[in-house]
Nanobody
Framework: VQLQASGGGLVQAGGSLRLSCTAS????????MGWYRQAPGKQRELVAAITRFGNTAYADSVKGRFTISRDKAKNTVWLQMNSLKPEDTAAYYC????????????WGQGTLVTVSS
């Protein structure tokens, strides 16, 4: 399975970006899709997830600012990021959760988001 993330870039604080993740197979094959991020010197963290049934969950740090959505027909998941802060600067990765509840062990290339103050 290949997951291709795109849409990152440089943005000023308060700005917005929309990340896209396209899967090489049907995302309906998975129990959930998620967006992770990893800032320099920090561990990778899950920031948003959407289940096969459309339920969403967010890390406290992004609640109210980020929105995850998906189009099953396009095998695509998006992360709309608004009111960006410098602390949102990180490499963002999408991942897929298998039916047994485990996230895929392989990671795609990710997309870099840099928020300037």
């Amino acid at each position: 399975v290949q997951l291709q993330a795109s849409g990152g870039g440089l943005v000023q604080a308060g700005g917005s970006l929309r990340l896209s993740c396209t899967a090489s197979i049907s995302i309906d094959s998975f129990s959930a899709m998620g967006w992770y991020r990893q800032a320099p010197g920090k561990q990778r963290e899950l920031v948003a997830a959407i289940t096969r049934f459309g339920n969403t969950a967010y890390a406290d740090s992004v609640k109210g600012r980020f929105t995850i959505s998906r189009d099953k027909a396009k095998n695509t998941v998006w992360l709309q990021m608004n009111s960006l802060k410098p602390e949102d600067t990180a490499a963002y990765y999408c991942n897929a959760r298998e039916q047994d509840g485990t996230w895929m062990s392989s990671w795609g290339q990710g997309t870099l988001v840099t928020v300037s103050s």
